[in-house]
């Protein structure tokens, strides 16, 4: 399922217009997306939880050339399944 099938499957089910399922959608993943850069976790019972997890730099070699180089820290955003989804998706 990509966002906009998502979309379109809110509206059917909420009897909603397509614009308004959209804001909707929009309107939660922005606020995911706020709260993840504030670095917060977002927990969605029954689903799972995202947060961002900091990784250190390091140095690592170019696979073409064989340099070494230098990898800066990042930060990344990690989705944890949870329980019962875990259980869900496994029954199948």
Same mark, same amino acid.
């Given at each position: 399922?990509?966002?906009?099938?998502?979309?379109?499957?809110?509206? $059917?089910?909420? #009897?909603? @217009?397509? $614009?308004? %399922? *959209?804001?909707?959608? #929009?309107?939660?993943? %922005?606020?995911? *997306?706020?709260?993840?850069?504030?670095?917060?976790?977002?927990?969605?019972?029954?689903? /799972?939880?995202?947060?961002? &997890?900091?990784? =250190? /730099?390091? $140095? /690592?070699? #170019?696979? &073409?050339?064989? =340099?070494?180089? *230098?990898?800066? @820290?990042?930060?990344?955003?990690?989705? $944890?399944?949870?329980?019962?989804?875990? *259980?869900?998706? =496994?029954?199948?």
């Amino acid at each position: 399922m990509n966002k906009s099938q998502l979309i379109e499957a809110l509206a $059917k089910e909420e #009897n909603l @217009p397509l $614009k308004k %399922a *959209e804001e909707v959608v #929009n309107t939660i993943f %922005a606020e995911m *997306e706020t709260a993840l850069v504030r670095g917060e976790r977002v927990e969605i019972r029954g689903l /799972g939880s995202f947060k961002v &997890k900091n990784y =250190d /730099g390091y $140095k /690592g070699r #170019n696979p &073409k050339t064989g =340099d070494v180089i *230098e990898v800066s @820290p990042k930060k990344l955003p990690f989705f $944890k399944v949870g329980k019962e989804l875990k *259980e869900r998706v =496994d029954l199948f």
